[in-house]
């Protein structure tokens, strides 16, 4: 399997920086890995667009509705995505459990949109409410999730997560979850990526992706 390297863009970029961001990372393209864009919604068509040819690329949203098409405004459910290839989505972010008061309940109803819509959940989940979260998702759901581990503590901080206690809580969601792909988020750089490297399946990377050069220098 490869390893699964995620930009997380949050809520950052304006379409010219978008742009010139694909543009920078143009000759990058083409690693062992697969390298996938979460950007934000507005520009999930242009990034759809710029990577339509590119096997080793794939999209991602950044949320999903917890519900299916309807009268829910504001929300982005996964009929609004279909035409333009979006392979995962990122749910339960801590940002978006702190900020916006998402349950475990929510973040299970989002992966059972997802899988309905052909999309592969990336669950977002920190020590303290691993079981509580698995719990919440049906388990015939659970083993369809791709996990990323992101330490509340790491997040936005600069302070990562050392590779030996990521590697126990790896053991400990794949016992949960089953033969699940686990991810490493927190503070990811290619100064400590080697690490994770050996000890995951991927990374879910945050700030460090903002830049294409940067985030390049993780994929080497």
Known sequence: MKKLIIANWKSNKNIEEVESWLDD??????????????????????????????????????NLSPYPAGSYTGEVCVRNLEGLGVKYAILGHSERRRYFKESHQDVANKVDQCLAGKITPVVCVDVDYLE????????????????????????????????????????????????????YGGSVTPDNDDGYGQVTDGVLVGGASLDAATFSKLLQ
């Open 25 to 62: 990372f143009k000759p990058h393209i083409g690693s062992e890995q697969e390298v996938v864009i979460a950007p934000p919604n507005p520009f999930l068509s242009m990034v759809a667009e710029k990577i339509k040819d590119q096997e080793d690329i794939s999209l991602a949203v950044q």
């Open 132 to 183: 509580d979260q698995a719990r919440a998702i049906a388990s015939e759901n659970l083993s369809k999730c791709v996990v990323a581990y992101e330490p509340l503590a790491a997040i936005g901080t600069g302070n990562s997560v050392s590779a030996k206690e990521v590697a126990k809580v790896v053991k400990e969601i794949k016992s949960i979850f089953g033969k699940v792909a686990v991810l």
